[in-house]
T-cell receptor, first 111, second 114 residues
């Protein structure tokens, strides 16, 4: 069964303290892995798509990487405005119509 | 206007009411989705329409009824809901079948059933 597990559930960092969020996945043929940011009471905001192992994408302080079993979202020198819930989702080759989401990691960056 | 727009943003309804949620996308996508988001649970896929045809229906109770009149509009009709249906309802769209298949979400409708 296709599955996505994110860890940790919550993460508290001091401003400037770099860390990584993990997304482990099980899918029968990965078509794409997606990272989203969600602020309270709002819809998820698209960040990155990764398609194959070894691929990396960067955007400001965020860098996403992908292996055959997991993805990491690295946050370098975070700022308080990076505080949000980060969601990971996968899409299978055999089914374009489904995105399987993890439960998310709630990140809190203290000034 | 661009992106995915949902209305209303907030809705309070009684268990005997009938209401509808509306979603409109301006991205030229051909697939639209309804998701339910409850506290501390992963997003739950409710319905998927691809090329205006319903292709996924994840055992959702019949008190939720989707409608997709064209590739830009999606509705979720609600009737005789239960308090446990209170949640954030999210609409999303994507371009099914293309290389860039990421989904884009609206801001959601916060539904409270009293």
């Amino acid at each position: 069964e296709d599955q996505v597990t994110q860890s940790p559930e919550a993460l508290r960092l001091q401003e400037g303290e770099s860390s990584s969020l993990n997304c482990s996945y099980t899918v029968s043929g990965l078509r794409g892995l997606f990272w989203y940011r969600q602020d309270p009471g709002k819809g998820p905001e698209f960040l990155f798509t990764l398609y194959s192992a070894g691929e990396e994408k960067e955007k400001e302080r965020l860098k996403a990487t992908l292996t055959k079993k997991e993805s990491f979202l690295h946050i370098t020198a975070p700022k308080p405005e990076d505080s949000a819930t980060y969601l990971c989702a996968v899409q299978a080759v055999y089914n374009f119509n489904k995105f399987y989401f993890g439960s998310g990691t709630k990140l809190n960056v203290k000034p | 206007e661009t992106g995915v727009t949902q209305t209303p943003r907030h809705l309070v309804m009684g268990m005997t009411n009938k209401k509808s949620l509306k979603c409109e996308q301006h991205l030229g996508h051909n697939a639209m989705y309804w998701y339910k988001q409850s506290a501390k649970k992963p997003l739950e896929l409710m319905f998927v329409y691809s090329l205006e045809e319903r292709v996924e229906n994840n055992s959702v109770p019949s008190r939720f009824s989707p409608e997709c009149p064209n590739s830009s509009h999606l509705f979720l009709h609600l009737h005789t809901l239960q308090p446990e249906d209170s949640a954030l309802y999210l609409c999303a769209s994507s371009h099914a079948g293309q290389m860039n298949t990421e989904a884009f979400f609206g801001q959601g409708t916060r539904l409270t059933v009293v």
